[in-house]
Nanobody, 120 residues
Framework: QVQLVESGGGLVQPGGSLRLSCAAS????????MRWYRQAPGKERELVAE???????NYADSVKGRFTISRDNVKNTVYLQMNRLKPEDTAVYYC??????????????WGQGTQVTVSS
């Protein structure tokens, strides 16, 4: 089994910062990519940021310049540093890992989600 445990969500004022963490554990051979998604009320889940093999990163246009994704390969942990937060960033944030399991198959796993609320 593979488990992803998220932490770091909360309530913050516009312009503030939060740092989300997601730690993967279990029957992992390697991790090809780790990603952050978010889902706001009434909207579909969207990809916010990802980091893939080699450290290559991608960001949604709405968060470029404000959010930074990083990965600790030893701890199998991904982080999302969120700066200059806006009310439209309010959502449940989910981490995702593309995992090569011990059988060498590739599966995607999800964290439990953490609420981020940006409001004055």
């Amino acid at each position: 089994q593979v488990q992803l445990v998220e932490s770091g969500g909360g309530l913050v004022q516009p312009g503030g910062s939060l740092r989300l963490s997601c730690a993967a554990s279990g029957s992992i051979f390697s991790i090809n990519a780790m990603r952050w998604y978010r889902q706001a009320p009434g909207k579909e889940r969207e990809l916010v940021a990802e980091v893939v093999s080699g450290g290559y990163t991608n960001y949604a246009d709405s968060v470029k310049g404000r959010f930074t994704i990083s990965r600790d390969n030893v701890k199998n942990t991904v982080y999302l540093q969120m700066n200059r937060l806006k009310p439209e960033d309010t959502a449940v944030y989910y981490c995702n890992a593309e995992v090569v399991v011990l059988s060498r198959g590739t599966d995607n796993y999800w964290g439990q989600g953490t609420q981020v609320t940006v409001s004055s």
